[in-house]
């Protein structure tokens, strides 16, 4: 493979090389130290490439090869619900008035926008059984940081000063950062042996100080939190709210509603369950839905309808501000109404469906193979381990490391902390019977070779541009400077 190997751009670069050609300058050269201030502007801006044009475009085509995304094969990662992203969503986010509307103009020349605005809105409170909706939050996190915060200036306008938010052991990460950055104490709740919140845990934890508790449903382990309404009621008699990580909701679309299980505020991840391309930092948004109480301190501004039409109002005094500049992520919104509109109310029943039919027909192609330390029924996504074959001493890494050799993205790997050797495995509605079929062969015949010859799982994956990399040490110490020595 060597013979393919890509050089960094800067060993190919050689004394002398344009990409383009430019005529001399025939006006002064501006000092940029005098404009930008001595300190914003380099002095040179050396070493760097110098190459042709034709060298830029195939270093970087090469380069994009080399990366594996959605387009290219099934990836399971686990509570990210990499799907596939219909092509007709990128063409109305391409429409001129879409991507071409000046965040500034005024009300009347973008009723259009304020319509998708408006119409998203109403849809995802449908959706969700919460009847508020904010638009703005950027992503997930995002999302819980803005919930979060509705929840403590309703506890604010109500004298309240509580202190403590409850988030289960089997939490996505963010949960408890959101929770401490908001400015309260942070307390776990354990799972039971099936999984779930402890019931009768939490009945001790909860008192006049909690302020709400996060909990995602299905949990991080794929499993439905059947005694979530049991929650949400323990909760609201100590004046507690429940917030709800919508991460998983590619598992209840059009079958349930959170409201009606008790959730006051949650937030959905556009770019998961409702199919906006993701990764690598972007593009996401995170709205939250939120029941009657909190709608007074939704983020600013709203979307109000007067005698002229639709209009940005900011005519909302418990508001909690702003928290994105103008009104969140426009493309990504087109795109997830797009999504809603393309399926239809029948639809969106039948994609939750798949995605539950096809994790439970994979769950039950690997049960033979893989351990499955909690064995409750799962619904979008199922979480594996390495225990089986970690008696031959092939780890989830190895496992992880072995799929890319069979052009497949591994799945979320050491996540939810709760389970050692985690492997979680989410194959979305969007995979069809031979992919699920294929990947499942790919995974039997690692457990297979884990047993029969582990040295080679070890020394995985044997067919990419760059084998097994030190992962601990590129991120303790990364290089971000190109240096000939």
Known sequence: MSEFREFLIFERSREGKVGCPLPACDVPKPELSQSLGAAGARPALD????????????????????????????????????????????????????????????????????????????????????????????????????????IKALLQSLGEDRKVVLVPDSAHGTNPATAALC???????????HGRVDLEALKSMVDGNTACMMITNPNTLGIFESNIKAIADLLHQHGAMLYMDGANMNALVGKARPGDMGVDVLHLNLHKTFSTPHGGGGPGAGPICVCDALIPFLPQPWVVSNAEGLMLSMDTPQSIGKVHGFYGQFGVLVRALTWILTLGKEGLVRHTEHAVLN???????????????????????????????????????????????????PPTVYFPLVVHGALMIEPTETESRGELDRFAKAMIEIAEMAEKDPERVHAAPHRTQIQRADETTAARFPVLRWSAT
């Open 47 to 150: 070493p760097f490439p110098e190459v042709s044009e034709v060298e830029v475009i195939r270093h970087f085509t090469r380069l994009s090869q080399w990366n594996f995304g959605v387009d290219q094969g099934m990836y399971p990662l686990g509570s990210c619900t990499m799907k596939h992203n219909p092509r007709i969503n990128e063409a109305m986010a391409a429409l001129p008035g879409f991507c071409q509307t000046h965040p500034l103009a005024p009300d009347e020349a973008v009723q259009g926008c304020l319509t998708v605005l408006n119409t998203l809105g109403t849809y995802l409170s449908e959706i969700t059984g919460l009847p508020g909706c904010s638009l703005q939050p950027a992503a997930g996190a995002h999302g819980e940081f803005t919930g979060i915060l509705v």
């Open 183 to 193: 400015g309260f104490q942070v307390k776990e709740v354990p799972s039971d042996a």
């Open 359 to 409: 994790n439970n027909y994979l769950r039950k192609k690997l049960e033979p193979h893989y351990h499955i330390p909690y064995p409750a029924a799962t619904l979008h996504e199922t979480v594996f381990n390495d225990k089986r074959q970690n008696a031959f001493g092939v780890t989830t890494m190895d496992i992880a490391k072995s799929l890319l050799d069979y052009g497949f993205h």
